[in-house]
Structure formats: structure tokens, C-alpha cells
């Protein structure tokens, strides 16, 4: 005969100890899966120099809204290169200023968290492999030799709000984790899909980033669904409005270039609005971009009316995905 325990009849104690099990499996994925950016990337290697096989920095259509404008593909190689190299650049180091961000904050978040809480191993794990990745990022920086900022100035003022977010805030917190992860994750993914040509060194970095980003990213999305349920209706209420804010703010501050860049190239400005904001193609991509939170989002219960017209409202409404990392698809039932 089967012995009946609390969690079979306490369904609050049966769901937390669900969220044990899913993070002790991202635990132990942590440590039997796990990259050294110095031990798997062959950085001495010649082809893996930054000017060896220079065509191979042109942007990726697949995974660049600059790399298919008429704007860009008119240009002469040699120029497309230069944007390229310092695009991709420019991202790494975005990459590595987001990572020290959630870095900082589940930092803050662990301090607090109580003995035998299972958020304490798994994110102990994580912060060891961003950490790895803020030096792959910046390797690769380095590697490519262009004094890149990252971030706008504007934006990097972020900084000084993380931590009092992360320990009052975490919810909210882990929403702004996501902002930053889901659109890097997508792109990577999408060019690592579609088999594009483009130099070692950026696929090297990409493939260690899509593979240790899946458990971070699937942390995220456990760590919401176990906690904002437990939130009372009128913090549930502000969470669903926050949540698509959230989501544009972090997601134009992670691929949005700073002015710099535009300057650099001498971009007209019809083109960067067209590349990112104007243009029917740059809105439906950046709303691609949170297919994954939407369908979270409506798991969690943040979907309602209100918060619904605030996903609009931003124009990053639109399908939720089946399941998470759903390649793009038509045909996918949207958000009534």
C-alpha cells in the first residue's frame, strides 16, 4: 500500500517540493554540464583570428535586422565588415555589462535566502557561469580590438536600481533577468539555426551561451510561476502591468545600439529608425522576441485585460509559444 504524504494532501507543499526537483535537475545540469570560455573556445587558433577570413564578420540575416536593410547590403564589403566587427562587438559587450547586472543582483538575492532553500545551490551555479561568460565576452572584445561602450549612458544608470530591486523587488527582478536573456537567446539561436557563415570566434562564443542560457533562462521562468502566484491580487495586478514595461525597456536597452554607433557609421537617421523601431519587419522581430514571456505570462496569470492593452500598447503583443524556444512560426494562435 502507498504511503500518503503532506504533499499529496497539501497542494502548496506538493508544488514547492516540484520546485525543489526542478532546480536541484538545473543544479546537477550545472555540474554535469558545464563550459570553461578557455578551455572550449580555441582562442589561439589562427582562423579563429579577428582579421583572419574578415567576410566572415558580415551581420547575419538571420539573426540582424541591420544585416538585411537595403542600406547595409548596398554597401562595399569592406564597410559591411566594419559595421559588422563592431556590432558584434558592441553586443558581447552588452552581454557582459547585462551579466554583471544579474550578477549584482541574485547576489543580493541569496544573501538573504534561508538555510536549506534549494534558489541558494542553483543560483550559486549560475552566478559561477556568468561569470565565466563576462570573460568570454569580453574576450571576445578584446579579440576584435574596438573600443566598444555597450551600453548607452543613459542606460547604464540601470545599474544603480538592480539590487534594491533584486531584494525588494524579486519578482520584478527576475522579469527584468528575462528581458535581457529571452532577446540575446533568440538571435543566438536563430543564427546558430540557420547555418549562417560567420567567424569562430562568435560561434564559438555563441554555442557556450545558448547552452548554459537554457538552464538560466528556465530558472527564471520557475522562479516566476513558483512565486508571483503567491503574491496578493493587487501585487499580482501591478506585476501584470509591469511585466510588459519590463520586457520593452530591458529588451531595447539589450539590442538597440547606443548613438555612438550610428555616428560611427553615419547612419542616416531614416535607416536606424527603420532598423529598429518604424518599419513593420523591426516591430514584429522585437515582439518575436518575448513569445516565450507571453505564454509565461498567461501561465502565471498576468494576462488580463488591462495587462493585454499594455502588450499592445508597446507593440510586443502577439503569439505565445507551445512550448519554450518554439522556433518562430505562422500560424501560431495569438493572445485573444
Not at 502507498?2 to 550545472?30: C, F, H, M, N
Not at 589561439?44 to 547590403?73: C, M, Q
Request: hydrophobic share 45%; proline share 7%; aromatic share 10%.
Amino acid at each position: 500500500m502507498s504511503t500518503i504524504t503532506d504533499a499529496d494532501r497539501d497542494p502548496v507543499t506538493a508544488q514547492a517540493a516540484e520546485y525543489a526537483r526542478r532546480l536541484l535537475l538545473l543544479s546537477e545540469g550545472s555540474v554535469d554540464k558545464h563550459f570553461d570560455p578557455f578551455d572550449d573556445i580555441d582562442w589561439d587558433n589562427p582562423d579563429f583570428d579577428a582579421e583572419a577570413g574578415p567576410e566572415r564578420w558580415i551581420l547575419p540575416e538571420s539573426g540582424d535586422t541591420v544585416a538585411r536593410h537595403p542600406w547595409y547590403k548596398a554597401l562595399p564589403v569592406e564597410r559591411r565588415i566594419a559595421i559588422g566587427k563592431y556590432r558584434q562587438a558592441n553586443i558581447a559587450k552588452v552581454g557582459l555589462q547585462f551579466e554583471s547586472l544579474l550578477i549584482s543582483g541574485m547576489v543580493q538575492h541569496t544573501f538573504g535566502l534561508p538555510n536549506g532553500s534549494p534558489e541558494f545551490r542553483y543560483c550559486s551555479h549560475e552566478m559561477i557561469e556568468e561569470h565565466n561568460h563576462t570573460l568570454m565576452f569580453q574576450e571576445m572584445v578584446n579579440r576584435i580590438g574596438i573600443d566598444v561602450p555597450g551600453m548607452g549612458p543613459l542606460v547604464r544608470q540601470v545599474r544603480h536600481i538592480v539590487v534594491p530591486m533584486a531584494v525588494f523587488f524579486p519578482n520584478l527582478f527576475f522579469m527584468a533577468v528575462l528581458a535581457g536573456e529571452e532577446p540575446i537567446d533568440h538571435i543566438q539561436k536563430a543564427v546558430l539555426r540557420s547555418g549562417e557563415q560567420v567567424h569562430p570566434i562568435m560561434r564559438g562564443v555563441m554555442a557556450i551561451h545558448v547552452a548554459e542560457e537554457a538552464r538560466h533562462i528556465s530558472f527564471a521562468h520557475n522562479f516566476l510561476e513558483q512565486h508571483v502566484p503567491e503574491a496578493n491580487p493587487v501585487n499580482r495586478m501591478v506585476l501584470s502591468v509591469a511585466m510588459p514595461i519590463v520586457m520593452w525597456i530591458g529588451g531595447r536597452a539589450i539590442v538597440t545600439p547606443p548613438r555612438s554607433f550610428f555616428r560611427e557609421f553615419d547612419i542616416p537617421d531614416q535607416v536606424r529608425k527603420d532598423l529598429f523601431y518604424r518599419s513593420e519587419e523591426a516591430k514584429q522581430v522585437f515582439a518575436d522576441y518575448f513569445v516565450d514571456v507571453r505564454a509565461l505570462a498567461e501561465r502565471i496569470g498576468l494576462m488580463n485585460p488591462i495587462s493585454k492593452r499594455v502588450w499592445k500598447l508597446l507593440r510586443i503583443d502577439g503569439p505565445t509559444s507551445r512550448y519554450r524556444s518554439e522556433p518562430i512560426r505562422t500560424g501560431v494562435s495569438k493572445v485573444a
